[in-house]
Protein backbone atom coordinates (compact mmCIF):
# COMPACT_ATOMS: atom_id res chain seq x y z
CA UNK A 1 0.00 0.00 0.00
CA UNK A 2 0.85 3.46 -0.67
CA UNK A 3 2.56 6.13 1.90
CA UNK A 4 -1.28 7.52 2.30
CA UNK A 5 -3.47 4.60 3.38
CA UNK A 6 -6.75 4.29 1.57
CA UNK A 7 -9.77 5.52 3.60
CA UNK A 8 -12.66 3.45 3.69
CA UNK A 9 -16.36 3.85 4.65
CA UNK A 10 -18.77 1.43 5.40
CA UNK A 11 -22.63 2.10 4.86
CA UNK A 12 -24.12 -0.42 7.41
CA UNK A 13 -27.83 -1.68 6.52
CA UNK A 14 -31.18 -2.12 8.02
CA UNK A 15 -30.70 -2.79 11.95
CA UNK A 16 -26.59 -2.67 11.30
CA UNK A 17 -23.75 -0.79 13.10
CA UNK A 18 -20.51 -0.37 13.77
CA UNK A 19 -20.68 -2.76 17.23
CA UNK A 20 -21.69 -5.44 14.53
CA UNK A 21 -18.77 -5.11 12.22
CA UNK A 22 -15.92 -4.99 14.80
CA UNK A 23 -13.86 -8.29 13.27
CA UNK A 24 -14.39 -6.51 9.59
CA UNK A 25 -12.84 -3.07 10.82
CA UNK A 26 -10.14 -4.83 12.69
CA UNK A 27 -9.12 -6.90 9.74
CA UNK A 28 -9.24 -3.24 7.37
CA UNK A 29 -7.16 -1.44 9.49
CA UNK A 30 -4.30 -4.58 9.98
CA UNK A 31 -4.69 -4.64 5.86
CA UNK A 32 -3.56 -0.97 5.72
CA UNK A 33 -6.78 0.78 5.88
CA UNK A 34 -7.87 3.60 7.50
CA UNK A 35 -11.61 3.80 8.18
CA UNK A 36 -13.76 6.98 8.03
CA UNK A 37 -17.46 7.85 8.67
CA UNK A 38 -17.26 9.94 5.17
CA UNK A 39 -18.98 8.53 2.22
CA UNK A 40 -18.44 11.49 0.16
CA UNK A 41 -14.39 11.81 0.49
CA UNK A 42 -13.46 8.08 1.20
CA UNK A 43 -11.73 6.14 -1.33
CA UNK A 44 -13.45 3.11 -0.77
CA UNK A 45 -17.14 3.00 -0.02
CA UNK A 46 -18.44 -0.32 0.98
CA UNK A 47 -22.34 -1.09 1.49
CA UNK A 48 -23.68 -3.78 2.82
CA UNK A 49 -27.33 -4.70 2.32
CA UNK A 50 -29.28 -1.43 2.68
CA UNK A 51 -26.79 0.44 3.55
CA UNK A 52 -25.97 -0.01 -0.50
CA UNK A 53 -28.72 2.61 -0.58
CA UNK A 54 -26.51 5.78 1.14
CA UNK A 55 -24.20 5.83 -1.71
CA UNK A 56 -23.98 9.82 -1.63
CA UNK A 57 -24.80 11.81 -5.12
CA UNK A 58 -21.12 12.98 -5.87
CA UNK A 59 -18.64 10.19 -3.98
CA UNK A 60 -15.03 10.60 -4.57
CA UNK A 61 -14.61 6.85 -4.42
CA UNK A 62 -12.00 4.98 -6.61
CA UNK A 63 -14.07 1.46 -5.95
CA UNK A 64 -17.35 1.03 -4.37
CA UNK A 65 -18.33 -2.47 -2.89
CA UNK A 66 -21.88 -3.25 -2.91
CA UNK A 67 -22.42 -6.44 -0.63
CA UNK A 68 -25.86 -8.15 -0.95
CA UNK A 69 -28.20 -5.16 -2.62
CA UNK A 70 -31.16 -5.62 -1.24
CA UNK A 71 -33.03 -5.75 -5.13
CA UNK A 72 -34.70 -8.85 -6.24
CA UNK A 73 -37.61 -8.28 -9.17
CA UNK A 74 -40.87 -10.01 -8.32
CA UNK A 75 -39.71 -10.55 -4.54
CA UNK A 76 -40.98 -8.45 -2.06
CA UNK A 77 -38.41 -7.16 0.48
CA UNK A 78 -40.87 -8.17 3.65
CA UNK A 79 -40.47 -11.73 1.56
CA UNK A 80 -36.68 -11.76 1.26
CA UNK A 81 -35.66 -10.36 4.76
CA UNK A 82 -38.24 -13.39 6.17
CA UNK A 83 -35.30 -15.86 3.85
CA UNK A 84 -32.95 -14.03 5.01
CA UNK A 85 -33.95 -14.44 9.09
CA UNK A 86 -34.63 -18.07 7.90
CA UNK A 87 -31.50 -19.18 6.14
CA UNK A 88 -29.16 -16.84 9.06
CA UNK A 89 -30.01 -19.21 11.67
CA UNK A 90 -30.65 -22.61 9.75
CA UNK A 91 -26.70 -21.63 8.68
CA UNK A 92 -25.58 -20.72 12.51
CA UNK A 93 -27.65 -23.63 13.94
CA UNK A 94 -26.14 -25.95 11.42
CA UNK A 95 -22.55 -24.06 11.58
CA UNK A 96 -22.30 -24.29 15.75
CA UNK A 97 -22.33 -20.72 15.79
CA UNK A 98 -25.19 -19.51 17.84
CA UNK A 99 -23.14 -17.56 20.52
CA UNK A 100 -22.15 -15.20 17.11
CA UNK A 101 -25.93 -15.37 15.84
CA UNK A 102 -27.62 -14.23 19.25
CA UNK A 103 -24.72 -11.57 19.54
CA UNK A 104 -25.19 -10.15 15.98
CA UNK A 105 -29.18 -10.21 16.25
CA UNK A 106 -28.58 -8.35 19.65
CA UNK A 107 -27.02 -5.77 17.46
CA UNK A 108 -29.44 -6.02 15.09
CA UNK A 109 -32.28 -5.30 17.58
CA UNK A 110 -30.49 -2.38 18.97
CA UNK A 111 -29.96 -0.45 15.11
CA UNK A 112 -33.69 -1.38 14.77
CA UNK A 113 -34.03 1.89 16.17
CA UNK A 114 -31.75 3.96 14.34
CA UNK A 115 -35.17 5.69 12.65
CA UNK A 116 -33.02 8.15 11.19
CA UNK A 117 -30.63 5.87 9.00
CA UNK A 118 -33.29 3.38 7.86
CA UNK A 119 -35.38 6.62 6.71
CA UNK A 120 -32.13 7.59 4.75
CA UNK A 121 -31.93 4.34 3.30
CA UNK A 122 -36.07 4.45 2.39
CA UNK A 123 -34.97 7.68 0.31
CA UNK A 124 -31.87 6.80 -0.89
CA UNK A 125 -33.78 3.49 -2.44
CA UNK A 126 -36.26 5.30 -3.91
CA UNK A 127 -33.69 7.98 -5.41
CA UNK A 128 -31.53 5.17 -7.02
CA UNK A 129 -28.43 7.12 -6.91
CA UNK A 130 -26.43 3.68 -6.28
CA UNK A 131 -27.20 2.68 -9.56
CA UNK A 132 -25.24 5.72 -11.10
CA UNK A 133 -21.94 4.66 -10.30
CA UNK A 134 -21.52 0.95 -12.12
CA UNK A 135 -18.33 1.69 -13.35
CA UNK A 136 -16.40 1.99 -10.18
CA UNK A 137 -18.57 -0.77 -8.45
CA UNK A 138 -17.80 -4.23 -7.51
CA UNK A 139 -21.61 -6.34 -6.73
CA UNK A 140 -20.71 -8.90 -4.46
CA UNK A 141 -23.85 -11.25 -4.02
CA UNK A 142 -23.34 -14.08 -1.56
CA UNK A 143 -24.55 -17.49 -3.37
CA UNK A 144 -26.94 -18.21 -0.39
CA UNK A 145 -28.25 -14.69 -0.34
CA UNK A 146 -31.94 -14.40 -0.68
CA UNK A 147 -32.19 -10.19 -0.77
CA UNK A 148 -30.05 -10.09 -4.02
CA UNK A 149 -30.82 -11.34 -7.37
CA UNK A 150 -28.56 -13.79 -8.77
CA UNK A 151 -29.42 -12.31 -12.54
CA UNK A 152 -27.14 -9.29 -12.45
CA UNK A 153 -28.30 -8.18 -15.88
CA UNK A 154 -31.38 -7.87 -13.16
CA UNK A 155 -29.70 -4.78 -11.46
CA UNK A 156 -30.72 -1.41 -12.99
CA UNK A 157 -26.74 0.19 -13.35
CA UNK A 158 -26.68 2.76 -16.15
CA UNK A 159 -23.28 1.18 -16.25
CA UNK A 160 -22.73 -2.59 -15.85
CA UNK A 161 -20.76 -3.17 -12.65
CA UNK A 162 -18.14 -5.99 -12.15
CA UNK A 163 -20.45 -8.72 -10.32
CA UNK A 164 -18.79 -11.19 -8.13
CA UNK A 165 -20.52 -14.65 -6.47
CA UNK A 166 -18.64 -15.77 -3.25
CA UNK A 167 -20.04 -18.69 -1.16
CA UNK A 168 -22.02 -17.72 1.74
CA UNK A 169 -24.79 -16.24 3.60
CA UNK A 170 -25.86 -12.45 3.11
CA UNK A 171 -24.29 -11.32 6.69
CA UNK A 172 -21.09 -13.27 6.15
CA UNK A 173 -19.02 -10.04 5.83
CA UNK A 174 -19.68 -9.44 9.67
CA UNK A 175 -18.97 -13.54 10.17
CA UNK A 176 -15.99 -13.89 8.00
CA UNK A 177 -14.87 -11.09 6.87
CA UNK A 178 -11.22 -12.00 6.02
CA UNK A 179 -12.72 -13.65 2.58
CA UNK A 180 -14.16 -10.10 2.15
CA UNK A 181 -10.99 -8.32 2.57
CA UNK A 182 -8.91 -9.79 0.42
CA UNK A 183 -11.49 -9.22 -2.17
CA UNK A 184 -11.43 -6.07 -1.47
CA UNK A 185 -7.94 -5.37 -1.45
CA UNK A 186 -7.83 -7.26 -5.21
CA UNK A 187 -10.72 -4.77 -6.76
CA UNK A 188 -8.71 -1.58 -5.06
CA UNK A 189 -5.19 -3.13 -7.02
CA UNK A 190 -7.12 -2.76 -10.62
CA UNK A 191 -8.68 0.07 -9.95
CA UNK A 192 -5.87 2.59 -7.52
Known sequence: MSAQAPTVCILYGFCEGPLEAIRFRRLLRAAGYQITTSSATADIIIGHSGGCF?????????????IGIPYWPGRSILKSLCLKIIADWRDHHKGGSIRF????????????????????MLRGRHAGTLWRFGSVTTVVRPEKDPVCTPDASALPFTTPPRFITIPGQHDDCWRYPQDYIALIQAEYAKRA
Not at 54 to 66: D, F, R, S, T, Y
Request: proline share 6%; net charge positive.
Open 101 to 120: WLRKTGWNGLYFWNMVNNVR
Open 54 to 66: LVPEHPAAKLIIQ
